[in-house]
């Protein structure tokens, strides 16, 4: 009977999971890819909401009660609900994925008197491969520190997902590697900038100020695009992508569904790079 308390308590031990919570679907990827099976991961914005303006499930908000991590990435939804959650579980430890990240000024200007007085920074640095090199180097020294016993484990699968992220680069780059340097693609919300900056290319959004543009916004950025031999634009299903109908009916192109929130991470970005890759005509 000892014996068997003994291998129940045991196994109990062995196999409790760390329970972290993060805001978007790519960042529990990477988390998952370092924690294994040692981590158990509840995600906040679901796929197909947008973090600009989700509100949590009483569902979720029980997770945050008992969850040991939150790691977050400076999307919207955190700016108004994670002094909620801390207040919620004060023993929550709170880990920015995005430190030794140099962030780039958001394109995206905001009307509100709140945001009038101080420059807004893109939160979007997970669509970058090399980014996700220091979000990865992020998360596993926070496993290694809560979770010392396990620490081998977490550097070892911090150690593949690094092959895995310079082989993605490699790809992209490989994919794009006849585009001319500036290279423009067309864009509804500017999410991208992370990934053409790394891979010397130009957004162009359609939004402005948040907003659809009107007719005569239209009209200029239908001659840009059409001046610079823009062949997609990419639109995500978390926004309207009436302005990109128009523009593509106009410029007979192609409008092309790709989310930064995508759970196909890798595999979102490779589609990307191949949709913009140039092509001699």
Not at 66 to 78: K, M
Not at 149 to 177: C, V
Not at 182 to 188: E, L, Q, R
Request: charged share 25%; hydrophobic share 40%; glycine share 2%.
């Amino acid at each position: 009977m000892k014996n068997l308390l003994y291998f129940i308590l045991f196994s109990s031990f062995s196999f409790a999971q760390t329970s972290v919570i993060v805001s978007i679907v790519p960042l529990k990827l990477f988390v998952d890819k370092i924690g294994g099976d040692k981590v158990k991961t509840t995600i906040m914005v679901e796929a197909g909401a947008s973090p600009h303006n989700y509100s949590p499930k009483p569902s979720q908000m029980k997770s945050i009660t008992n969850a040991t991590i939150y790691f977050s990435i400076g999307v919207e939804f955190e700016k108004i609900w994670l002094e909620k959650f801390k207040h919620q579980n004060k023993d929550l430890k709170v880990v920015d994925v995005s430190i030794g990240i140099d962030k780039e000024s958001s394109k995206e200007q905001h009307n509100t008197e709140e945001h009038q007085h101080h420059e807004e920074l893109d939160p979007h640095i997970w669509v970058d491969p090399i980014n996700v090199k220091y979000i990865a180097q992020t998360i596993c020294n926070t496993f290694v520190v809560n979770d010392s016993n396990n620490s081998a484990f977490y550097r070892k699968n911090l150690k593949l997902f690094l092959e895995e992220l310079d082989a993605l680069d490699a790809n992209i780059k490989k994919i794009l590697e006849k585009n001319p340097e500036n290279s423009t693609f067309m864009v509804f919300h500017p999410s991208w900038g992370y990934f053409a900056k790394r891979y010397k290319l130009k957004q162009l959004p359609v939004e402005i100020e948040g907003k659809e543009p009107k007719m005569k916004a239209l009209v200029k950025l239908m001659k840009q695009a059409k001046k610079e031999r823009v062949k997609a634009i990419f639109t995500q299903p978390e926004f309207s992508d009436k302005s990109a109908q128009i523009i593509a009916n106009n410029l007979h192109i192609q409008v092309i569904k790709a989310s930064p929130l995508s759970p196909d991470w890798s595999e979102n970005l490779i589609n990307l790079a191949k949709a913009i890759a140039y092509k001699e005509k």
